[in-house]
């Protein structure tokens, strides 16, 4: 069956730390990807997106994301974590083909300590 | 930067009535969303709509919900007769001229059933 997955439900950084959050899929063909955060009480914001070529992709707020196709994996990176970096980050995973609709993880929560 | 923007941004309900959730897309966008976030639970699609008519819906989006464009710039969704379980926030998203753009999200409405 065609699934998102994040692993991580909760995960806790110092500040200035690097972060990586993982998103793996399950999809036959290469999917368009997306990463989104969410702060408390707000919407859904875009921080990047992978449709194809470079794998390496540069997103906003200092985010990147590497898409691996051998590991059906789009990590989502920062080098250096910042306290108003704490929130929920939700992969999203749209097939490249046909009507299937954008499809979520279940979001990793992100705390950010002194 | 343009934005989706949706009102209220919170609605309380009695159970069995009805509420209608207003969305205003970003203006040159031709792809519009509903989605559901349960409390501490991923976003889940519900429908999508192009063209004045739907183009996919979820096995959530039944019989009691209903979408509509009326003009130009709103997009709503309808919930009739309420439910506990509807109580969620509900998020509106856009995308440009072809569903593969990434979708632009709102800040989402607070549904509470009482």
């Known amino acids: 069956a065609q699934s998102v997955t994040q692993p991580d439900i909760h995960i806790t950084v110092s500040e200035g730390a690097s972060l990586e959050l993982r998103c793996n899929y399950s999809?036959?063909?290469?999917?368009?990807l997306f990463w989104y955060v969410q702060s408390p009480g707000q919407g859904l914001q875009l921080l990047l997106k992978?449709?194809?070529?470079?794998?390496l992709v540069q997103g906003i707020k200092g985010f990147e994301a590497e898409f691996k196709r051998s590991q059906s994996s789009f990590n989502l990176r920062k080098p250096s974590v910042h306290w108003s970096d704490a929130a929920e980050y939700f992969c999203?995973?749209?097939?490249?083909?046909?009507?299937?609709?954008?499809?979520f993880g279940k979001g990793t929560r992100l705390s950010v300590i002194a | 930067e343009p934005e989706v923007t949706q009102t209220p941004s919170h609605q309380v309900t009695q159970m069995g009535q009805e509420v209608i959730l207003r969305c205003v897309p970003i203006?040159?966008?031709?792809?519009f969303y509903w989605y559901r976030q349960i409390l501490g639970q991923k976003v889940e699609f519900l429908v999508s709509?192009?063209?004045?008519?739907?183009?996919?819906k979820s096995e959530i989006f039944d019989d009691q919900f209903s979408v509509e464009r009326p003009d130009g710039s709103n997009f709503t969704l309808k919930i009739r007769s309420t439910k506990l379980e509807d109580s969620a926030m509900y998020f509106c998203?856009?995308?440009?001229?072809?569903?593969?753009?990434?979708?632009?999200f709102g800040d989402g409405t607070r549904l509470s059933i009482l």
């Open positions: 709509f192009y063209n004045n008519e739907i183009s996919e």
């Open positions: 998203a856009s995308s440009g001229d072809s569903r593969n753009q990434p979708q632009h």
């Open positions: 999809y036959g063909a290469t999917p368009y």
């Open positions: 992978y449709f194809s070529g470079d794998t």
């Open positions: 999203a995973v749209l097939p490249s083909s046909g009507n299937t609709p954008l499809v």
């Open positions: 203006s040159n966008h031709l792809y």
